[in-house]
């Protein structure tokens, strides 16, 4: 699988951990992220990320900031992108079961490396059940009309 990963100034530490674990996995990793704690636009990054998972340049993404929110308030705004915010395996499952999400989101200041891995294996391994959850995601990407 090819998988975008983004981070900000918060996050290089944590983003080279999750690169090296999605290697180990055998996935191909495209980084958009930054890798010094210099301050950076999150916002630059999300939607760099969100615009490369939307035109199908990956398989999906992984953003990575303080919170994992202000990163993807960014890529959400993306035409296309599903980008959602996990901090534990439970939703992170869910969110690809049920809302097909294309962009997983943690934050390194809210998760520690072992949960941050524990999320991105959760994510993922799950598979979009479709059905009426492809019902509910169809109405979502009508709203971006």
């Given at each position: 699988?090819k998988?975008i990963?983004g981070?900000?100034?918060a996050?290089?530490?944590?983003?080279r951990?999750?690169?090296?674990?999605?290697e180990?996995?055998?996935?191909?990793?495209?980084?958009?992220?930054?890798d010094t704690?210099?301050?950076?636009?999150?916002?630059?990054i999300?939607?760099?990320?969100?615009?490369a998972?939307?035109a199908?340049?990956?398989?999906?993404?992984?953003?990575i900031?303080?919170t994992?929110?202000?990163i993807?308030?960014?890529?959400?705004k993306?035409?296309?992108?599903?980008?959602?915010?996990?901090s534990?395996?439970?939703?992170?499952?869910?969110?690809?079961?049920?809302?097909?999400?294309?962009?997983l989101?943690f934050?390194?200041?809210?998760?520690?490396?072992?949960?941050?891995?524990?999320?991105?294996?959760?994510?993922?391994?799950?598979?979009?059940?479709?059905?009426?959850?492809?019902?509910?995601?169809d109405m979502?990407?009508?709203?971006?009309?």
């Amino acid at each position: 699988m090819k998988i975008i990963i983004g981070n900000d100034h918060a996050s290089p530490d944590m983003k080279r951990e999750i690169v090296k674990y999605l290697e180990e996995l055998g996935h191909e990793v495209v980084n958009f992220g930054v890798d010094t704690t210099e301050s950076c636009n999150y916002p630059e990054i999300g939607a760099k990320a969100g615009r490369a998972v939307a035109a199908g340049e990956a398989d999906c993404g992984i953003l990575i900031c303080g919170t994992g929110v202000g990163i993807s308030l960014a890529a959400n705004k993306i035409k296309g992108v599903r980008a959602a915010v996990c901090s534990e395996t439970t939703t992170a499952r869910l969110v690809k079961q049920h809302n097909n999400a294309n962009i997983l989101a943690f934050g390194s200041r809210i998760v520690g490396i072992e949960t941050a891995k524990d999320i991105v294996k959760a994510y993922l391994d799950a598979e979009f059940e479709g059905g009426r959850h492809k019902i509910r995601v169809d109405m979502i990407h009508e709203l971006e009309k």
